[in-house]
């Protein structure tokens, strides 16, 4: 079973930065892909980045230009560096990690939740 644990997030000014952190158990080399969502309050949850492997990226509109997700495979590790952030980026952002397993020759494919963190941009 693979565990994952977000760190990061906070309270932070309109105009600053932050970084999320999603920390996965188990090995890395399965890795397949990333993901990272969020949610405002009363709102629907919306994607805001992928992380796939091979290291192709994609934005949510709304992210482009000022997010950026990357991932470390030594620490098992996918990022979401946020910066010029607005109070319309407050929500409670969550990783979704996928990863691959071979099982009787075919590919199986298991994803998992970090358990959310708030961000909060206001003055």
């Known amino acids: 079973q693979v565990q994952i644990v977000q760190s990061g997030g906070g309270l932070v000014q309109p105009g600053g930065s932050l970084r999320l952190s999603c920390a996965a158990s188990g090995d890395a080399a399965n890795f397949y892909h990333a993901a990272w969502y969020r949610q405002a309050l009363g709102k629907e949850r919306e994607r805001v980045a992928t992380?796939?492997?091979?290291?192709?990226?994609t934005y949510a509109d709304f992210a482009r230009g000022r997010f950026t997700i990357s991932r470390d495979n030594a620490k098992n590790t996918v990022y979401l560096q946020m910066s010029q952030l607005k109070p319309e980026d407050t929500a409670v952002y969550s990783c979704?990690?996928?990863?691959?397993?071979?099982?009787?020759?075919?590919?199986?494919?298991?994803?998992?939740w970090g358990q959310g963190t708030q961000v909060t941009v206001s003055s």
């Open positions: 992380f796939a492997a091979g290291g192709r990226t």
């Open positions: 979704n990690v996928e990863f691959q397993y071979l099982e009787l020759g075919d590919w199986e494919y298991y994803d998992y």
